[in-house]
């Protein structure tokens, strides 16, 4: 069974920082595309940062220079440092494998989702 599980959300102050990291199972992923995505109360889940099988990241525009993805396929992980950050950035964070990329933006729904981690950033 495939399993993705995030932790190392929680309550920080503006200004703060988080690591997310993602732990994966029942198959390695390292000759796939993984991601972090994020979903507000109320909005639609929304793209946050991928990184390729080739290690090339992207970043939606209003993380860039605050979030840093990264990947350890020895381990089966991938991360998210977040920085600076905002309130804005509340939501809970999903992890998810397996999906491709077209002009820097995932192109395919991810095939493996992760249950997601609340991140919650006051002011």
């Known amino acids: 069974q495939v399993q993705l599980v995030e932790s190392g959300g929680g309550l920080v102050q503006a200004g703060g920082s988080l690591r997310l990291s993602c732990a994966a199972s029942?198959?390695?992923?390292?000759?796939?595309?993984m991601g972090w995505f994020r979903q507000a109360p109320g909005l639609e889940r929304e793209f946050v940062a991928a990184i390729s099988w080739y290690r090339a990241t992207y970043y939606t525009d209003s993380v860039k220079g605050r979030f840093t993805i990264s990947r350890n396929n020895a381990k089966n992980a991938l991360y998210l440092q977040m920085n600076s950050l905002k309130p804005e950035d509340t939501a809970v964070y999903y992890c998810?494998?397996?999906?491709?990329?077209?002009?820097?933006?995932?192109?395919?729904?991810?095939?493996?989702w992760g249950q997601g981690t609340q991140v919650t950033v006051s002011s």
């Open positions: 029942g198959r390695t992923f390292s000759s796939d595309n």
């Open positions: 998810a494998a397996d999906f491709s990329l077209r002009n820097e933006r995932p192109s395919t729904t991810a095939n493996y």
